[in-house]
C-alpha cells in the first residue's frame, strides 16, 4: 500500500514561490500518473496539476505558474508555484493512480496524502 507525505506549505506573500513536495513509501510510484489537487474552504476539490505517461496536465488557473516533476529515484513528486495569488490558498494534496494514465479526475486517483495548507497574503 503506497503512502504519500506532502510537505513544503507555508505562509507567503502575494508574488512568491513555494515548492511542495510528496514522499512515497511502501511502493513505487514510479509507474504511476500523480496529481495535486487542492481545496479551499467551501470550493470544491480542484485537480491542478498531473503528471502520467501521455504528459502532464494543468488546470487553466495554475497554467505558467505552477510545475509538476517527479523523481523516481527519490519516489517523489514535486509541485514549484511561482507567482502565487491569494486564491491559490488551500490544502494541497498528493495524489497517485495504480495506473500510469493521467486523469484529471481526482476519484479516479487511488492514494493520497493527507495534504499541506499553503496560504498566500496579499
Known amino acids: 500500500q503506497v503512502q504519500l507525505v506532502e510537505s513544503g506549505g507555508g505562509l507567503v506573500q502575494a508574488g512568491g514561490s513555494l515548492r511542495l513536495s510528496c514522499a512515497a513509501s511502501?511502493?513505487?510510484?514510479?509507474?504511476?500518473?500523480v496529481g495535486w489537487i487542492r481545496q479551499a474552504p467551501g470550493k470544491e476539490r480542484e485537480f491542478v496539476a498531473g503528471r502520467g505517461e501521455s504528459g502532464v496536465y494543468y488546470a487553466e488557473s495554475v497554467k505558467g505558474r505552477f510545475s509538476i516533476t517527479k523523481d523516481n529515484g527519490k519516489n517523489t513528486v514535486y509541485l514549484q508555484m511561482n507567482g502565487l495569488k491569494p486564491e491559490d490558498t488551500a490544502v494541497y494534496f498528493c495524489a497517485a493512480r495504480a495506473s500510469a494514465v493521467l486523469t484529471s479526475v481526482p476519484a479516479t486517483y487511488k492514494f493520497w496524502g493527507r495534504g499541506t495548507q499553503v496560504t498566500v497574503s496579499s
Open positions: 511502501g511502493g513505487t510510484i514510479a509507474n504511476s500518473a
